[in-house]
Nanobody
Framework: QVQLVESGGGSVRAGGSLRLSCAAS????????IGWFRRPPGQQREGVVV??????SYADSVKGRFTVSQDTSKNTLYLQMNNLKPEDTAVYYC??????WGQGTQVTVSS
């Protein structure tokens, strides 16, 4: 299957912002996105925001700081991350039905 590609990660100081993107280049069918996940160093992958129908369900740790959105015309999923904290440091992955995991994008937040 076509791979999802995450981008937009980087290094930022606490309180900063990043906007992540997820897409499958060259894929013409509509992508049914599940949401965003992350794997902090030394930990298991965890849900950041997951769609349940039309409702986006955010992890308690990111509520009020992260916002998911989608550009349907571009078949692209976004994650706006504001007021980043060191505990947000992780590799971030998007997820979609019938797609394997991509490589993820590294987010590093320093104090």
């Amino acid at each position: 299957q076509v791979q999802l590609v995450e981008s937009g990660g980087g290094s930022v100081r606490a309180g900063g912002s990043l906007r992540l993107s997820c897409a499958a280049s060259g894929y013409t069918d509509r992508i049914d996105y599940i949401g965003w996940f992350r794997r902090p160093p030394g930990q298991q992958r965890e849900g950041v925001v997951v769609f349940h129908g039309d409702v986006a369900s955010y992890a308690d740790s990111v509520k009020g700081r992260f916002t998911v959105s989608q550009d349907t015309s571009k078949n692209t999923l976004y994650l706006q991350m504001n007021n980043l904290k060191p505990e947000d440091t992780a590799v971030y992955y998007c997820a979609a039905r019938n797609f394997p995991w991509g490589q993820g994008t590294q987010v590093t937040v320093s104090s």
